[in-house]
């Protein structure tokens, strides 16, 4: 089993600045990537940044002001946001992919959700 845990969200003004942290524990071979999603009311589930051993993505809405990084362990990943602007305002998810034995297909996993709120 694994457990994902995310922790850092609150109430922003605008062109401020917020960290999201997440930690994923448990029976985990390996994590092949991981990842920040968010939603906000009325709207699907977005993904906002990804990051594994391979590439680094963004969505185009936050390009230039959110960066994302891990650990050295592995486990753990950041989401940095600065230059909160209003429509940033969403639930974020933590979403790990990994592998919970040598073989076996990766299976995603997800986090509670953390609300991020950027208002004056």
């Known amino acids: 089993q694994v457990q994902v845990v995310e922790s850092g969200g609150g109430l922003v003004q605008p062109g401020g600045s917020l960290r999201l942290s997440c930690a994923a524990s448990?029976?985990?071979?390996?994590?092949?990537?991981m990842g920040w999603y968010r939603q906000a009311p009325g709207n699907e589930r977005e993904l906002v940044a990804r990051?594994?051993?391979?590439?680094?993505i963004y969505a185009d809405s936050v390009k230039g002001r959110f960066t994302i990084s891990r650990s050295n362990a592995g486990n753990t990943q950041y989401l940095q946001m600065n230059s909160l602007k209003p429509e940033d305002t969403a639930v974020y998810y933590c979403?790990?992919?990994?592998?919970?034995?040598?073989?076996?297909?990766?299976?995603?996993?997800w986090g509670q959700g953390t609300q991020v709120t950027v208002s004056s």
């Open positions: 990051i594994s051993s391979s590439a680094t």
């Open positions: 979403n790990v992919i990994a592998r919970t034995g040598r073989t076996g297909l990766p299976q995603n996993y």
């Open positions: 448990g029976s985990i071979f390996s994590v092949v990537a």
